[in-house]
């Protein structure tokens, strides 16, 4: 009698209808596995982008200063880096049930690994690991936002934003001080190598060098051209970190990609493009003395184009809201 009971039960329409238990269960599974591949691709990219930073950081005494070791760790992170993007970029591409970049931030990313292949490829073929100093920083530079989510980047808090836009001008405050000390060197520089070579033909045709005596406390040549060059390489990362923390910044604005058009920002990328240029001429060439010299004054000259430039900003100036 039971047993009828359940059979009539089972076999009516009103009866609730139970899901399978194996159903049940894969469909779980399922909705687990797209959200952990939804926040895979992020993931791999948020890794390519710390090994991009630190092949970055490797490849300037790499090539600054020749050096085998840094040279190793600069290739092997900079490989690593393009591993994990390329595995985030199919990722992201294949969840997306595309092979086409829509977004401006899917079109970042993979124009950043372009820019890596295309490094790495001229690594392999001529072994030209200086071009490194411009290709690994852009390529964090451009991994860098669409490493932070799909979405725009907002900071926890309002001190938690200060504190970034403080590190952001204190870094380039360093960099512009770092700057006006390699000028000032450089200047003391040519003061010293004149008055070298005018001492001893004052004295010999006057008897008397009083004329340069006032500037006897002048450091030798050798000391200011250190300093000129230290001066210039310490206020190379800090210029680095400066326009780093500026991107994140500029990314939380509602102007969004539009922000990067403005001339200051525009001037500030170039100008950082020149810096490295100029450091590397000055390492490739083996500038010294006077020509050095000259060398961190064009440097200083860039950064005064670029501290100019602010006159001419819409979004990014001195008491702009």
């Known amino acids: ?43 791999w990219l948020r890794v390519a982008a710390i090994l991009y930073a630190t092949a970055s950081v490797a490849v300037f005494p790499a090539v600054l200063y020749k050096a085998d070791r840094w040279r ?28 086409v970049p829509v977004s401006m931030r899917e079109v970042q990313s993979l124009l950043g690994f372009a820019v890596v292949s295309v490094f790495f490829l001229v690594w392999w073929l001529y072994d030209a690991i200086s071009l490194g100093l411009f290709a690994l920083p852009v390529t964090f530079l451009l ?5 932070l989510g799909s979405e725009r980047y907002t900071f926890p808090s309002q001190g938690v934003r200060v ?43 006057t008897g008397d060098d009083s004329r340069w005596a006032p500037l006897d406390w002048l450091p030798p040549l050798d000391t200011l051209e250190r300093l000129s060059e230290a001066m210039l390489e310490f206020g190379f990362p800090c210029m680095t970190v400066g326009l780093v923390i500026g991107v994140v910044l500029a990314q939380e604005t509602s102007l969004g990609a539009a922000y990067f058009l403005d001339p200051k920002i525009i001037a500030a990328f170039v ?8 450091l590397l001429v000055r390492r490739a060439a083996g500038l010294r003395g006077r020509k050095a010299a000259y060398l961190s004054g064009a440097v200083f000259a860039v950064m005064v184009v670029v501290w100019t430039a602010n006159l001419f900003s819409h979004v990014h100036r001195f008491g702009a809201p």
């Open 163 to 205: 504190s970034w836009l403080v590190a952001h001008i204190a870094a380039l405050l360093l960099a512009y001080v770092a700057l006006g000390f390699s000028l000032l060197a450089s200047i003391l520089y040519l003061v010293q190598e004149r008055r070298l070579k005018a001492k001893p033909k004052s004295k010999f045709l």
């Open 72 to 99: 190793r760790w600069c290739v092997h992170l900079g490989g690593m880096a393009w591993f994990f993007h390329f595995v985030s970029a199919v990722e992201m591409l294949v969840q997306a049930h595309r092979w």
């Open 271 to 278: 100008s950082w493009a020149i810096y490295v240029l100029l």
């Open 1 to 43: 009698m039971l047993r009828v009971v359940k059979q009539r039960l089972r076999s009516s329409p009103n009866a609730p209808k139970s899901i399978p238990q194996r159903d049940l269960h894969h469909s779980i599974l399922s909705s687990y596995a797209f959200k952990v591949n939804y926040g895979m691709y992020l993931l």
């Open 143 to 147: 991994v860098l936002i669409p490493a």
